[in-house]
């Protein structure tokens, strides 16, 4: 169970890496390891020189155990090295080392303006041990489309939880469409003005997912927004259990 910051990150944790057995020594270990020597490396100099961009190497060397990760604070070059380490574990077929323990993931306030878009937080779905995604403050960024395989089918993923989002629905049916083992799904919508209409939201999650979703919560800050929803819009979903408002 882990909490990390990168921004917060200084010359220490290189200390904290080298007790738990160093880089160097992981490198020899796997193919994996050996095939992202590069990276590893570059990780150990830019904290030696200073720069804060340990994210990734800590995140390498507790990938043996890591069950739980909060992600916060990442930096541009930060999601693109993890987007390039999930891809290449995938297409070697060495998948099963890339954390895979890793079952529970949160981040928040991922880029500068505090926000999380959406395809920063599915990236972490491309990993086959995870089973709960969340994330705060998101957004749908039209580079959805570029994260590796999700124009094909994620049947692990059970749970999503999204708070304070600006996702809006027309969106929300193809950012959902590829999550088909998915059963529990939480939105918090946080968009100003009066734009959340939860009878539109339902239509499409019923759409997309009323053959397989389980629990449902859509709640809202808008004091006058249009929460009623016709019943019979439920009968869609075949297999509901709970749903919150």
Known sequence: DFNFEPSNVDRSTWDI????????DLLQTTLYFRQHADNLEKCRTDIQSGKQTAALTLLLVLLPNLQRL??????????????????????????????????????????SEGRTWINML???????????LKGAHTGRSEDIDSIPGWKGHISHLQKL??????????????????????????????CCGN????????????????????????????????????????KAFKVFQHAAY
Do not use: W
Not at 77 to 106: C, P, Q, R, Y
Not at 209 to 230: A, H, I, P
């Open 195 to 234: 734009t959340f209409e939860a009878q539109i939201f339902v239509d499409v999650l019923a759409t997309t997912m009323g053959d397989q979703l389980e629990v449902l919560s859509l709640t809202n800050d808008e004091e006058d927004s249009d929460m009623t929803t016709r019943i019979a819009s439920f």
């Open 17 to 24: 890496i080298e007790r738990l057995g160093g880089c160097k």
């Open 70 to 111: 909060r992600y916060a604070r990442a930096q541009e070059t930060d999601m693109a090295l993890l987007s390039s380490i999930f891809t290449s574990s995938v297409a070697s077929g060495v998948n099963s080392e890339v954390l895979s323990k890793l079952h529970t993931v949160e981040t928040y306030h991922l880029d």
């Open 161 to 190: 939880e999204l708070s304070a989002g600006t996702i809006e629905p027309e969106d929300m049916e193809s950012m959902l469409l590829p999550l088909q083992g998915l059963t529990d799904f939480r939105y918090h919508h946080a």
């Open 122 to 132: 599915l990236l972490f779905a491309e990993l086959p041990s995870v089973r709960t």
